[in-house]
């Protein structure tokens, strides 16, 4: 079945250590973003992608990178610059270069920081 | 930019009984609407979405929401919830424009007693 597939499901990260969550798709969609979840706060975007080679920063992109290599993979790495990464992150995919066909989300990774 | 907001933080309802969650907006033409739900620790689904036409979508898992212009509504209805409901409710907003972002609300939790 076609999805998309975040992992690890948990992550523990020390201090002043990078960590990068995978988020693969294989429903073909073009555009795939990157949502930080925390509690009473709703998704906030971090970054996006809406083709290959090309991504842009959302609201809260400091402290974050992406890359967008594969039209199926778009990796976040959270960099030791992120002072609070303690969060549930979600990826998520659309059909077209645009939010109107809605999305269709992974299942999460929940970091922690140690 | 648009907005959203959830006016309910958390909402408890007697399985049987009807729901409706409320969902303002904050946009200067008709958006793209959206309703999500999240169980503990998963993804979102997306519920339904309106994009212009009706203005009562039709939904999966029985539930219906009504785009109301005059008030910038965009309210979620199930006439008899079920146990099975009981998750985190997401409202969310796409801009008409070649910048498509969708802006999520800050969601309702939904408790079911028995």
């Known amino acids: 079945d076609g999805g998309i597939t975040q992992s690890p499901k948990y992550l523990f990260r020390k201090e002043g250590q990078n960590v990068t969550l995978s988020c693969e798709q294989n429903l073909n969609h073009d555009a795939m973003y990157w949502y930080r979840q925390d509690p009473g706060q709703g998704l906030r975007l971090i970054y996006y992608s809406q083709i290959v080679n090309d991504f842009q920063k959302g609201d809260i992109a400091e402290g974050y990178s992406v890359s967008r290599e594969k039209k199926e993979s778009f990796p976040l790495t959270v960099t030791s610059a992120q002072k609070n990464p303690t969060a549930f992150y979600l990826c998520a995919s659309s059909s077209r270069q645009g939010a109107n066909y809605g999305y269709t989300f992974g299942s999460g990774t929940r970091l922690t920081v140690v | 930019a648009q907005s959203v907001t959830q006016p309910d933080i958390h909402i408890t309802v007697s399985e049987g009984a009807s729901l409706e969650l409320r969902c303002n907006y904050s946009y200067g033409a008709t958006p793209y609407l959206f309703w999500y739900v999240q169980s503990p620790g998963q993804g979102l689904q997306l519920l339904l979405k309106?994009?212009?036409?009706?203005?009562l979508v039709q939904g999966i898992k029985g539930f219906e929401a009504e785009f109301k212009r005059s008030q910038s509504s965009f309210n979620l209805r199930k006439p008899s919830v079920h146990w099975s409901d009981a998750a985190e409710y997401f409202c969310a907003v796409g801009a008409r424009t070649s910048y498509d972002k969708v802006i999520f609300g800050p969601g309702t939790s939904l408790s079911v007693i028995p």
């Open positions: 309106y994009f212009s036409g009706d203005t």
